[in-house]
């Protein structure tokens, strides 16, 4: 046991200490810079008898300290308590320290806990597939992701030290690759492999950081983005879509990147079984396009060759034929079509 009585000073003790603690399981975890904290707590224990519970929401627990205090006064043992708290509670939702704890009344008062609440954490070596998982009810929404390696210690696997040295290999495509997959969803799989080889000869592995939520829609919906996607399969011309969106609360879809688009050619085929024709926001108004649900038309793909205006073609449609096709039809057609509204 480490003492550290007798401090005044909040500031060395910090210092004394984490000299102390470090190279513990925070350090098995190494975060992106742009994965930060969800929350911070602090719990105080004023009896060593009574439970300290350790809480996070929708992520894990990450230990930042545990000291004894005694009043003003601060007598830090951190050998048992640091560790011991570190070991019962770093990566878990929600953790109870009860007997483990030694509690000393002769020289601590109270346990203190710091602790911050980061992403779930998941890693998937080259060439398997992981399940990433939220509680009943909940949500994943994916802060990071990448394939490819960041250190030397991650999945070593079979292959020999020279396959581990480039430790900046990132696929581009990862992020989207996740988060359409798993965005949403209440579990979701993923494979640890890629299109294209960011990084030839290199052993890699698919890393994902992301959250649990509240699901941000109503039943039937599809969150993405931070709004929320619908699918009716039934045919309608576009004005018809249209109203029909408008009684759920949205408008016909609209789409700003290939990720949406790609996103909303998905929804459809996971609704659908197939890249069904579908109707989505886009109308011509004079000679301006634009989006109904009143969305800057600030992006678009038109197949080649469109718009073609043929026959006063006014409306977008997608999929044309099964394809991945985006049309200018007459707006008269019968479609399927995807709504969106905000959560
Ligand atoms: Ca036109
Ligand atoms: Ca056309």
Redesign the pocket.
Known sequence: MMLCSGLSSTLLLAATCSLITSGFIRAQVSFPSNVTAISTGRVVTSNGLSVHRLSCVGGRIIVRSAVYRCGGEVTCSQGDAENNVRNSCDGKTVCDIKSNITYDPGVCRYLETTYDCFPHHNVTCEGSQSNLQCGEGQVIVVSWANYGRRDTTTCPGQYTIANLYDVNCVWPGSMEYVTNRCNGKNSCTVEAKSPVDPCGGIYKYLEVFYTCQAPPCRPGWTWSGGRCFIFDSSQKNWTDAESSCKTLGGHLASFHSTAEYTFIRGLIYTAAGSYKDAWLGGRENGTVWMWIDGSQFDFINWAKG???N?GG?NCIQINLKGQDYV???GCSHQFSFVCVRDP
């Open positions: 469109e718009p073609n043929a073609n049309n200018d039809a």
